[in-house]
């Protein structure tokens, strides 16, 4: 904090036209305790405020050759903490609060009559930018703390989103292990449903939160056993119902985790279809959520485009045929479009296979 000007002798520049009016009020704040510095016009007075930089300036208002408004308006600009005191015999009272509205400390008309008006304005105007100092620097630290601590919940923020992206990637690992004919399959759901967000207009953090649902929603199938993850025949009724409760499970995992998205409530309506012959809750058309509508043809059409231990992948026009022929029964219809309109760019192809199979609905609910 700078206590200069209680500590040093403060310096005081006097800019006045007339001699006798200098010499009176030179002397006087000399005897009072200041250092005094004369100019005897504005221009003389603003060299050597730049020279000296005192800690006070009084100025006459009227003169030759520049008024004393000239000294106010500059100081306001290049050292707004140094008072300036008016004392004018000219001046009416308009002009004084126009003055003092400029930024003039105090207004003291001529002639004085007592001197000690000059050393109590002298003293509360430096008061007064001794408290302005001491705010603007107090403001500033504040600031200065604000920023650091914006800084570092900026940096804490990062590092928790990158545990949890470790995390989440660490979850999907382990499901691949236990089912390697899915890996990759997650990754490719994911981007297939970012894509079909993007292609809907969904908001950059409700396409984060597919990306997120989409790596991690068989996350629950770590709960089924292997053998019936990985068998190359038709499930038994009994191992389909195993299977039927991934997603639940897979809620159960995620539920607690604090993503930034509805992650789980998705997971777990990503087998959802749209006409109510969906599982674990069989909701219909919106009653799911549209991200859930959104994965659940991601999952589809990826699915059907994979090669599987119980059957070849399906090339992608059948697939994309597949989509078109369920919107609106399976497939929720808005997401079908979304699916037809990415297509169009060639996204969504370049993940599908090439070999054929015979009947696609047959494919899709026998595996989950
Ligand atoms: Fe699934």
Redo the contacts with the bound molecule.
């Keep these: 904090m700078d206590t200069s000007n209680q500590t040093t002798t403060p310096t005081v520049l006097l800019i006045d036209d007339e001699r006798m009016n200098r010499l009176i009020v030179g002397d006087y704040l000399r005897d009072s305790g200041y250092a005094v510095l004369e100019a005897e016009s504005s221009s003389e007075g603003l060299r050597i405020f730049d020279n000296a930089r005192p800690d006070i300036v009084i100025t006459d208002l009227r003169m030759p050759g520049g008024d004393g408004n000239q000294v106010v308006t500059r100081l306001q600009n290049v050292a707004p903490d140094t008072p300036v005191i008016i004392i004018s015999g000219t001046a009416n009272l308009e002009e004084a609060l126009c003055m003092l509205r400029e930024g003039a400390s105090d207004f003291i008309t001529k002639p004085v009559r007592e001197m000690d008006r000059i050393k109590h304005a002298i003293d509360a105007a430096m008061k007064k930018a001794h408290l302005h100092r001491e705010n603007r620097l107090v403001k500033s630290a504040l600031e200065d703390a604000i920023q650091q601590q914006t800084h570092e919940l900026r940096d804490l923020n990062a590092k928790l989103k990158n545990a949890l992206e470790s995390t989440v990637n660490a979850l999907g690992v382990i499901v691949a292990q236990k089912d390697p004919y899915t890996a990759g399959h997650n990754d490719r759901v994911a981007r297939i449903a970012m894509t079909l967000g993007h292609s809907m207009g969904l908001s950059r953090d409700r396409i984060d939160t597919l990306r997120v649902a989409g790596n991690l929603?068989?996350i629950g199938?770590i709960s089924v056993p292997g053998e019936i993850l990985n068998k190359p025949g038709r499930l038994t009724q009994e191992e389909f119902e195993r299977v039927k409760v991934?997603?639940e499970t897979g809620f159960e995992i995620l539920k607690d985790i604090p993503f930034h998205g509805p992650v789980a409530e998705i997971v777990l309506q990503?087998?959802e279809r749209y006409d109510g012959t969906g599982y674990p809750r069989g909701l219909k058309r919106d009653e799911a959520m549209l991200e859930a509508r959104i994965l659940a043809v991601a999952?589809i059409y990826e699915a059907l485009t994979s090669d599987r231990p119980y059957r070849q992948a399906l090339p992608h026009e059948q697939a994309m045929a597949h989509i078109i022929r369920e919107a609106g029964k399976q497939i929720c219809p808005l997401c079908a479009c979304a699916f037809i309109a990415a297509n169009k760019s060639g996204v969504l192809s370049a993940i599908a296979r090439n070999e054929h199979i015979e009947n696609i609905a047959d494919h899709e609910n026998t595996h989950?």
């Design positions: 929603h068989d199938k991934h997603p990503h087998h999952d989950p």
